[in-house]
């Protein structure tokens, strides 16, 4: 039973991290995309529109992140080329997501979904206790996990890295050295929008295997503000995911067992705590301002 | 320039009056709490608005908007429906209670109607409801007959009396055929997040529930369930596509009689107000097909049902005990509707405790 709850909250968390860091390395380089939801659900709406009508999964993965990178390619060109407001530009990229993916996916509903199997490595899986949370859960959620170190290694550890930051502290600078900053901040985004795409498919793929219209459910919400409590760490991002996911698993079974707290108060404990989590962790303000990208939200003209 | 936009958008509006008024179509307008496409509690809804449109054709005009939050945001839908011209509005779940009468009285000559709620604070302001308990006490004793571990988990959504009134039922069922049937409620305090209710479900289950229903609009549950390889029951729609080897039955609420009716009314000028809570028998709750489940235990399933349906069965007819312990109805007692419409206790077997 133990493991089996270990791997519901892993399921719950896989999408939430996916999303983030997504997200985590868009804002290091300065650009706030407040559109994860409407990217996500964009994913998600592909996802199971390609796996039902090739009876492949994995396609309908990466037909779910390609269309993530391409939607948020629109974000992209109207904040970076065209230098719109970021806040509004990605608030309407949500309401535009939620529309056009229930309008997109109107012929899906009511249809039962592929469903991604899960992994199994004879022996390993079927080692006791452990085996099936390390061993045999589904693709995405080691996809998951590979993501964080890649990105955690790839900020701090690449020279390519150290300029995608240097862009989120400071563009003007980073412009005057001869970084392409409009160039660099487009791929960022990119990266942003697939790994979003790729979160939307983990719903309507692995997490429930169906479409139903606004089945994100205001998890892409959820994604940008564990990037804020991660403080814009990668490792973070994925302690924050399953925190979350820990808590929100934790207090259904609290209700399943019948103790008597009031659900209302149980069901808001993953958002108290994230606020105490982030409360305790911005009270060393220095070290805040250091993580925080200086540049965020703030729009960026190169002059020649 | 200004004034000549401003004469053109006052024509316009004359104009757009002078043509409404023309058109003899009467315009009947819905709000959903959740997507049409949630094949569930909204879907069903539209699928009643379209049995009405294609019933009643010329005669009437439809609109409606999907996915309005509950609260203060909902009194604004209301409010813009009733000044585009609706003649009728439905306004389909309980949370818009008290901005449907808000707004009703402000508008005396738009017809306002409520489902599921109890308030009718203006003469225009009807409100319409289904007994679905009846088809959830079926259920229960569908879930006692099933059940090894005689304990089913129940997906609630939020404290309201028909929620309460649900779980009451499905336990009385449950309990006439197994007195010692136990039921673990989880309160999702949503009606739509297939996320949630999947997880709700997977918590159920670890606990030992071999039975799952839901009061909440997806069809996730279902298909944990059936990845569980326990069974299910679905809500509001007929889920069995999402779980063939798993839906037992499925309570599948069919509004589109009441709504022809009364937009019909609306039309022939004899709307009034009221207060109607159709059952089985007045076809407003219907039972899916019955499956996954042995023959024995199908005709017990259609007995109750036809008990029900004929009127001979109420199923909060006593003797039932409160939670607590204390005497609720005597041997043969049968509840009032304003008891069950105002529910708000659990009768002996519910493993939980309601939130007040």
Request: contains cysteine.
């Amino acid at each position: 039973m133990f493991e089996s709850i270990l791997i519901t909250i892993a399921t719950a968390a896989t999408p939430l991290l996916i999303a983030s860091i997504g997200e985590l390395v868009v804002e290091r380089s300065g650009v706030l995309n407040l559109g994860v939801e409407g990217m996500m659900v964009m994913g998600a709406v592909t996802g199971f529109g390609v796996a039902l009508a090739t009876g492949s999964p994995w396609l309908g993965v990466l037909a779910a992140v390609l269309v993530g990178a391409l939607f948020s390619l629109l974000f992209g060109f109207l904040t970076l080329t065209l230098v719109t407001n970021q806040v509004a530009t990605g608030l309407a990229l949500t309401l535009l997501g939620l529309g056009l993916s229930g309008m997109i996916g109107e012929s899906f509903v009511g249809l039962p979904g592929v469903k991604m199997s899960y992994l199994y490595i004879p022996y390993l899986t079927d080692i006791p206790y452990v085996g099936k949370l390390l061993f045999g859960q589904d693709p995405l959620f080691y996809v998951s996990i590979l993501l964080t170190a890649g990105v955690a290694w790839f900020l701090f550890r690449s020279r390519a890295g150290l300029t995608l930051r240097s862009i989120g502290d400071n563009h003007t600078s980073a412009h005057a050295l001869g970084i392409n900053v409009i160039g660099i901040r487009y791929l960022a985004v990119m990266f942003g929008g697939a790994c979003a795409g790729l979160a939307g498919a983990y719903l309507s793929l692995v997490y429930t295997p169906q479409w139903i219209e606004n089945m994100t459910a205001g998890r892409g919400w959820i994604a940008l503000a564990l990037v804020v409590f991660a403080s814009w760490r990668p490792w973070r991002v994925l302690a924050g995911a399953y925190l979350f996911g820990a808590v929100s698993i934790g207090q259904l079974h609290a209700q399943a067992l019948g103790i008597g707290v009031p659900s209302q108060l149980l069901s808001s404990l993953p958002y108290l705590a994230t606020i105490v989590v982030l409360v305790l962790i911005s009270r060393n303000r220095r070290l805040t301002m250091v993580n925080t990208p200086a540049s965020l939200g703030r729009p960026f003209v190169p002059d020649r | 320039m200004k004034k000549t936009v401003l004469s053109l958008a006052a024509a316009a509006a004359v104009l757009s009056f002078g043509s409404m008024s023309a058109q003899a179509a009467t315009k009947a307008c819905f709000i959903y709490v959740g997507p049409i496409g949630d094949f569930g509690w909204s879907y069903q809804h539209h699928k009643g608005l379209e049995e009405m449109k294609a019933a009643l054709g010329d005669q009437v005009e439809t609109a409606y908007l999907e996915s309005v939050p509950e609260g203060a945001d909902a009194e604004r839908a209301i409010e813009r429906f009733a000044r585009s011209g609706c003649n009728i509005i439905f306004t389909t779940s309980f949370g818009y209670m008290d901005p449907t009468n808000k707004v009703a009285g402000k508008f005396p000559d738009v017809k306002f109607e409520h489902a599921t709620g109890y308030k009718r604070e203006h003469p225009n302001v009807a409100t319409y409801n289904s007994k679905f308990h009846e088809g959830r006490y079926v259920q229960g004793v569908i879930a006692a007959k099933m059940s090894k571990a005689g304990v089913a988990g129940y997906i609630a959504s939020f404290p309201i009396p028909e929620v309460v009134m649900g779980i009451n039922s499905f336990v009385l069922g449950a309990q006439s055929i197994n007195p010692d049937f136990k039921v673990k409620v989880v309160w999702a305090n949503t009606w739509f997040d297939p996320g949630k209710e999947a997880d709700a479900a997977k918590a159920l289950i670890d606990q030992g529930v071999d039975i799952i229903t839901q009061h909440t609009d997806s069809t996730a549950p279902m298909q944990v369930a059936t990845e569980r390889g326990i069974k299910a029951f679905g809500q509001a729609s007929d889920m069995i596509k999402f779980g063939p080897t798993t839906q037992l039955t499925s309570i599948v609420d069919d509004w589109g009689p009441y709504y022809i009716e009364r937009v019909k009314a609306v039309i022939d000028g004899t709307w009034k107000q009221q207060d109607v809570w159709g059952g089985m028998k007045e076809g407003h709750v219907v039972m899916a097909a019955y499956a996954n489940m042995p023959d024995d235990v199908k005709k017990l399933a259609e007995e109750t049902e036809a008990k029900i349906k004929s009127g001979s069965f109420n199923p909060f007819t006593g003797p039932i005990t409160k939670q607590d312990g204390t005497e609720w109805l005597k041997a043969g007692e049968v509840s009032d509707d304003g008891t069950l419409l105002g529910m708000n206790f659990y009768v002996k077997g519910v493993d939980d405790k309601l939130p007040q």
